[in-house]
């Protein structure tokens, strides 16, 4: 693909060059630019599993990943760094430490599905998940506030109960 266009009509254009690393070989994207003038730069070090990307004003942010291609590392244009930690088998995101240290961590179920997420301050946002149709039925924020949903027979959403319906309108 060196084209591609959004509905509006703006073109994204893409230009390929090949690689070879030590866990494969493949075309991957080496520049990107838009009709409204976006532009970038990409240049993959598959041999320590990182990609520079720089934008059209010179700003360059990279990626670091491991040998599964799951992102372990990406600094920003300012120098900002966040990690990811990963599980070996699942490939499941099980935490992260942001660019000021904050560390969050990631709990699943059996099916894989994100039952809690540990926030730095040591708040805890959890998801209950319907059995047969794998969708959210209970969300409890970090700060207790309960989110409920109902499904009919087919697994379609009927109705949400919000704890804060001013603030945060529904509609089914």
């Excluded at 372990?72 to 660019?99: C, H, I, K, N």
């Excluded at 699943?108 to 959210?136: C, F, K, M, N, S």
Aim: hydrophobic fraction near 30%.
């Amino acid at each position: 693909m060196t084209l591609h266009r959004q509905p509006g009509g703006e073109g994204y254009y893409y230009q390929w060059g090949w690689y070879e690393g030590p866990d494969d070989a493949a075309w991957r994207v080496t520049g990107h630019h838009t009709d409204s003038g976006e532009q970038y730069r990409l240049a993959w070090d598959l041999a320590q599993r990182r990609l520079c990307v720089t934008d059209g004003l010179g700003r360059t942010r990279y990626h670091q990943w491991d040998a599964q291609n799951q992102v372990t590392a990406y600094q920003d244009e300012a120098g900002q760094v966040t990690t990811f930690r990963w599980s070996d088998e699942e490939r499941l995101l099980l935490g992260m430490t942001d660019p000021q240290g904050g560390k969050w961590r990631y709990v699943y179920d059996r099916q894989g599905h994100i039952t809690e997420t540990h926030d730095p301050l040591g708040r805890v946002a959890q998801t209950q998940w319907h059995p047969v149709w794998h969708q959210p039925e209970t969300e409890v924020d970090a700060a207790g506030n309960t989110w409920r949903c109902v499904y009919d027979e087919r697994g379609n959403l009927l109705a949400v109960t919000d704890p804060l319906p001013a603030e945060h309108p529904v509609s089914v």
